[in-house]
């Protein structure tokens, strides 16, 4: 018997395959197949250490699904490239001393070389490489097309300087406040950057999710990024001063609340204030402090806030018309909204804790609602407000609540309450209360516990349904001495001291309040109904929010989170910007006949001290011609970043030839948009968010046909070394797939890729694993190589052969690979027990061929068939196949045989006592009678007991 021997298969057919270019889209018109296919991954960084095992996931998965798409009839497009420009191969080539064209090439070589092992069917006639200057000819164009529609511009920039890789960096390559690359911690710099314009598209970014089909996490953390806001600008007016503080808030709802301002440090205001400010000297060297600090220091939770109060400045609420004080604070940010805050302790998080930490006012104006109780408003009864308080007493001695068991018709449980005065001192209030009703004398109050309940509820002694807002309070007895209470009050409710962790099954009211005690972050940031705000009282958060917009002459306005893109990098291995700087005409874009403007060679890649680009030291270069008044110029010298290529390679490889244009417009619109692009989670904010702007750009200029780039957008999880740590060179735990591939086949490799788990979630590599896909793959073999010729299938199993050719197609379309695999397994393992006739095996074959494409050709082949079965027809399941048996179940009623009914063999006990409940006979027996029991044994009978 023949051995099944990878490595003579698989490097034949990879050569028959290339050389019959089955894996090469067709143009349009070109193809018997018309309706197109695209299908994408994100294409390589060619580092210098070659393909990782991490690499080949997506580019597997995607393979699954090309080839299926192939059998079923599309024309595939599934291409692949190299995105070659990038620090890695710069910094390679400065210490060693080589030009990174060259590095690069033996990078691609070697990449190319290591893909093409695997057996992956992309169509390598369209190759691209983002730094050949074909390429990248484009991408000048591209940007100079930025720059004549005013997306472009330079600007001096705060920018966010590796120190290290001396670099600028975006805020999306900021990670934990230092590099992404190598994790120096991040400076500012003052610089003159080219940025793009990405802010102009941030609301349809955002709202064009809508129309796309994301992975759901990938969407939000889109939006997140994007950060749209919906809110109101609000003036406040400072006392004896004629400029207004202007603040951004999402909640002009709260504004009663509102006990404080916050600028930003950096305000440009500060500087006019300068005079009334007390305090100045202090307030500057707090400046001079905060500048040190990085924006993820300042802003995240986790960090405590400081400020300084501006001594002498005091804004007015022009809610409350009231005398606020005003603050710099570090967690207020310059460069987001309008600089400046509106502080509401009460209801935001941040405001909360500093208000605490430097005994500002906190004020509640947004009740939450309290879940409906035991006694829901009645009917018809009247509603009456009542403002009241909600007191736990704690005795320190034993750590019990004293909480209250009202008698006469009621089961109420309660803490004390009652009502209070608009006017009244609340805890003196509370005091008062807790007096009447049980005689305690000596408390110490402890804490307010947050914003007030906003409950509904009907109150049976009085007959009237109440609408109150209960404010809790927490106090502590200070010794037990205590008066006798009044028989009116013993008449109501007896006195009960609860422990601690009985108190919330105690009560018969919403224990909210008692939740609250000792927790240290008291704000309620979420809707509810506003309390403590004028005339503005008892809306809701949503209707209020216009209202108060309107009543302090604020303006509606939305803001959002993302930034412009810092798209220049004073590095060498980068596409030039194609401008030229003139004294006279300012900055020239360079006429499109002189693109590509090449990258010159220069015998030095080391950056500059400076923080210049090493093409500022080329004055050859740099001194050239003005394109437009011929007289002198000077060329710009930084260079794109390393994301500029990548944010248009996918409409490049519908053309990838063109020299005219970066794609024929009709190349474009036969194969835009791409119908499945899969990536990793780390692009989500980047690449991603970058190549849908200038897809939307694009789409404006009439260029591409629509407004989305992807259709649909996967991701896919990391591989991990054995033992789950991050595979790296440092740590010596890189697989290099080469070796396994050499070892186990491109097959085995392959399949166990898609075996090894859920695609999208991180896994770690485990060698016993993949030697379980090669004994897989080995009794496959065995089974081909029985004389299959005469002999029928075992009904049994050609049903599961239907089963599992419908599931393989489902699980491939919805990316559970690893099921797919399971099933197929399942399926061998019967295969191995039974017979199975050859055009059977062969659908087998089929829908293992995306998986296994090499050994699955083999065994096609030598089955007679002529061509590949990597272009053979994807196999249809008999849908009568695929449906479960059934079976005759006996219904018996108190041991007497009623009915009979068909349940299907695979059905649950569930669906089986469901389905014979429901029978028409047995209803007639069980019609108003209570049914005590159902005994069902499986297959056979069920007995209903009543
Ligand atoms: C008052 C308020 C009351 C706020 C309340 C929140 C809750 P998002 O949703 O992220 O856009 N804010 C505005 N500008 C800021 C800045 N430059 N630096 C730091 N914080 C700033 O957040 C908007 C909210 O963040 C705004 O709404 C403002 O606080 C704060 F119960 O105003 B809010
Ligand atoms: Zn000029």
């Avoid at 064209?101 to 190759?127: A, C």
């Avoid at 500087?271 to 009334?276: H, T």
Wanted: glycine content about 6%; hydrophobic content about 35%; charged content about 30%.
């Amino acid at each position: 018997m023949k051995q099944y021997d990878h490595l003579k298969i698989e490097g034949k057919w990879q050569k028959k395959w290339e050389k019959e270019g089955i894996y090469h889209a067709k143009e349009e018109g070109k193809s018997k197949k018309n309706k197109k296919y695209y299908s994408l991954v994100e294409f390589p960084y060619p580092s210098g250490e070659g393909l990782h095992v991490g690499h080949p996931r997506p580019y597997i998965g995607m393979d699954v699904v090309s080839r299926k798409k192939r059998m079923e009839g599309y024309n595939v497009l599934y291409p692949i490239g190299w995105d070659a420009f990038g620090l890695p191969t710069e910094n390679y080539a400065i210490k060693t001393g080589q030009d990174p064209r060259v590095v690069t090439k033996k990078n691609t070589d070697n990449f190319r070389k290591q893909i093409k092992s695997i057996g992956i069917s992309f169509d390598w006639s369209r190759e691209i490489n983002t730094t050949d200057p074909k390429y990248y000819k484009w991408t000048q164009w591209l940007f100079l097309q930025f720059l004549k529609n005013d997306l472009a511009y330079k600007a001096k920039m705060s920018i966010n300087w590796c120190p290290s890789c001396k670099i600028g960096l975006a805020n999306e390559e900021v990670v934990n406040g230092g590099c992404e690359r190598c994790g120096t911690p991040v400076e500012k710099r003052e610089k003159e950057q080219w940025m793009l314009a990405i802010t102009k598209y941030a609301d349809r970014l955002d709202k064009d999710l809508d129309e796309v089909d994301y992975l759901p996490q990938i969407k939000a953390s889109q939006r997140n990024w994007i950060g749209k806001s919906e809110g109101a600008e609000i003036e406040f007016e400072i006392f004896g001063h004629q400029d207004k503080i202007k603040v951004f808030t999402t909640r002009p709802d709260t504004i009663f609340g509102a006990t404080y301002l916050v600028l930003a440090p950096e305000h440009t205001l500060l500087g006019g204030l300068k005079d009334k400010i007390e305090n100045w000297g202090e307030v500057e060297q707090y400046i001079s402090k905060v500048k040190k600090k990085t924006e993820i220091e300042r802003t995240s939770l986790d960090k405590t806030k400081t400020g300084i109060e501006l001594k002498g400045v005091h804004a007015i609420n022009p809610a409350t018309s009231r005398e606020i004080p005003v603050w710099i604070a570090d967690y207020v940010l310059a460069t987001y909204g309008t600089g400046s805050i509106m502080a509401v302790p009460g209801h935001d998080e941040r405001d909360f804790e500093f208000a605490t930490k430097y005994n500002l006012d906190i004020k509640y104006v947004i009740a939450e609602e309290a879940p409906e109780g035991t006694h829901p408003p009645q009917a018809g009864k009247p509603f009456v407000y009542r403002r009241a308080v909600e007191c736990y007493v704690r005795n320190p001695k034993d750590g019990k609540f004293l909480l209250l068991e009202w008698k006469k018709n009621t089961n109420w449980k309660t803490p004390i309450t009652g009502g209070i005065e608009e006017s009244e001192d609340i805890v003196e209030a509370s005091k008062r209360e807790i007096y009447e009703e049980t005689g305690y004398k000596n408390l110490k109050f402890i804490q307010h516990l947050g914003t007030p309940m906003h409950a509904k509820f009907y109150h049976p002694q009085k007959d009237e349904n109440r609408i109150a807002d209960f404010y809790g309070l927490f106090f502590e007895l200070e010794n037990e001495e205590r008066d006798e209470v009044s028989e009116g009050e013993q008449s109501k409710h007896d006195v009960v001291w609860v422990e601690k962790d009985k108190v919330a099954s105690f009560l018969t009211t919403s224990p909210t309040p008692f939740y609250k005690i000792g927790k240290n972050d008291l704000s309620y940031a979420k809707e509810g109904i506003l309390v403590n705000s004028g005339k503005f009282n008892s809306l809701n958060s949503e209707e209020a929010k216009k209202e108060m917009v309107n009543f302090v002459g604020g303006k509606f306005k939305t803001t959002f989170k993302l930034r412009d893109w810092v798209f220049s990098r004073q590095r060498y291995w980068g596409e030039p910007i194609p401008v030229v700087h003139c004294e006279k005409c300012g900055i020239v874009p360079l006429p499109e006949k002189d693109l590509p403007l090449l990258l010159p060679k220069v015998k030095n890649y080391q950056p500059t001290e400076s923080g210049e680009s090493p093409l500022a030291l080329i004055e050859k270069w740099v001194n050239t011609k003005c394109p437009k008044c011929k007289g002198p110029g000077k060329r710009e010298t930084d260079t794109m970043p390393n994301w500029a290529g990548s944010s248009w390679y996918f409409l490049r490889y519908t053309d990838p030839k063109n020299a005219k244009a970066f794609a024929d417009p009709k190349k474009i619109k036969y194969w835009t948009p791409v119908d499945w692009y899969n990536g990793g989670n780390e692009h989500t904010t980047l690449h991603l968010l970058y190549s849908r702007f200038w897809h939307k750009f694009l789409y404006d200029l009439k260029l591409v046909p629509t407004s989305e780039p992807y259709m649909k957008r996967t991701s896919h999880g990391l591989i991990l070394a054995e033992g789950g740590e991050k595979m790296s060179k440092s740590k010596g735990n890189v697989i290099n797939p080469n070796d396994i591939v050499g070892r186990y086949g491109a097959d085995s490799f392959r399949l166990y890729m898609m075996f090894m788990g859920p695609f999208e979630q991180a896994i770690a590599w485990s060698e016993s694993t993949i030697i379980g896909s090669r004994r897989f793959l080995e009794r496959v073999w065995k089974i081909g190589q029985r004389d299959l010729s005469k002999i029928k299938t075992d009904p049994k199993l050609e049903k599961l052969l239907h089963k599992t050719i419908k599931k393989v197609g489902e699980d491939i379309e919805n990316m559970r690979f690893n099921t797919a695999v399971s099933a197929m397994m399942v399926l061998v393992n019967e295969m191995d027990k039974s017979e199975i006739n050859k055009s059977d095996y062969k659908k087998f074959l089929q829908i293992l061929s995306p998986f296994a494409p090499h050994l699955a050709d083999e065994m096609w082949n030598a089955l007679g068939e002529k061509k590949s079965i990597n272009i053979s027809k994807w196999p249809e399941y008999d849908s009568k196949m695929i449906k479960d048996e059934e079976v005759k179940i006996a219904v018996q009623i108190n041991g007497k045989v009623r009915a009979e009914i068909l349940v299907s063999a695979s059905d649950t006990e569930e669906e089986v006592k469901k389905k014979a409940l429901l029978d028409e006979n047995v209803k007639k027996y069980t019609e108003g009678k209570e049914i005590k029991k159902v005994i069902y044994i499986k297959g056979r009978l069920i007995n209903i007991l009543l």
